[in-house]
């Protein structure tokens, strides 16, 4: 069974920082996909970023990039330049395109608070 | 506008009765899901459905039944078998590409408090 661990519930930076989440998950397939969402007070869901496994390259979207280290199977988040917007809960989760389900699996999050 | 809406925002049930939440998307999505969130929780999945007229149970479908009737919506009913309700419900749809990564776009959920 796929499992997904995210071991800091809350974290704090100051705006203009950077800040890292950890993620680190268990799966026995070889080929899935990985992603952060981001949900604000709206409790919105957003997609952040992915990573497909098979591709070696860290993924960047703007201020946020991963440290995908598929041996230790970890999935780590760096924002940088954090801005006031960037408080949120931060989700990892995880996706296997041969499980036939196509559904995500979710950690149990990160609260983050960027402080002026 | 293209999206997942998601009525009502909030909801009250007294304990023993059904409730529908409603799941409505004109993104042209094939497939649809129900999520459950509690408090220091990610998001656990309930049912999901790949196609009208078909759909399965996730991993936590106990107190829970959907029906797909048409592709844009999927209504999720809580019945009163479910013993814990009390939860924030999200509604997600994706196309359905067997094999390829699907992205999944969320609705803005749904509260759900048994009085």
């Known amino acids: 069974a796929q499992t997904v661990t995210q071991s800091q519930p809350e974290m704090s930076v100051q705006e203009a920082e950077t800040v890292t989440l950890s993620c680190t998950y268990d799966?026995?397939?070889?080929?899935?996909?990985l992603f952060w969402y981001k949900q604000p007070p709206s409790r919105q869901m957003i997609l952040v970023i992915r990573?497909?496994?098979?591709?070696?390259q860290n993924a960047t979207e703007n201020r946020f990039s991963v440290n995908f280290q598929k041996a230790a199977k970890s999935f780590s988040l760096k924002i940088s330049d954090s801005q006031l917007g960037d408080t949120a809960m931060y989700f990892c989760?995880?996706?296997?395109?041969?499980?036939?389900?196509?559904?995500?699996?979710f950690g149990t999050g990160t609260r983050l608070t960027v402080i002026p | 506008d293209g999206g997942i809406t998601q009525s009502p925002k909030y909801l009250f049930r007294k304990e023993g009765q059904n409730v529908t939440l409603s799941c409505e998307q004109n993104l042209n999505h094939d497939a649809m899901y129900w999520y459950r969130q509690d408090p220091g929780q990610g998001l656990r999945l309930i049912y999901y459905?790949?196609?009208?007229?078909?759909?399965q149970k996730g991993d936590i479908a106990e107190g829970y039944s959907v029906s797909r009737e048409k592709k844009e919506s999927f209504p999720l009913t809580v019945t009163s078998a479910q013993k814990n309700p009390t939860a924030f419900y999200l509604c997600?749809?994706?196309?359905?590409?067997?094999?390829?990564?699907?992205?999944?776009?969320f609705g803005p959920g749904t509260r759900l408090t048994v009085l």
């Open positions: 459905s790949h196609i009208v007229n078909d759909f």
């Open positions: 989760a995880f996706i296997s395109d041969q499980t036939g389900a196509n559904n995500l699996f």
């Open positions: 997600a749809s994706s196309i359905d590409l067997r094999g390829y990564y699907n992205e999944q776009f």
């Open positions: 990573q497909e496994a098979y591709k070696q």
């Open positions: 799966t026995s397939e070889s080929n899935y996909y």
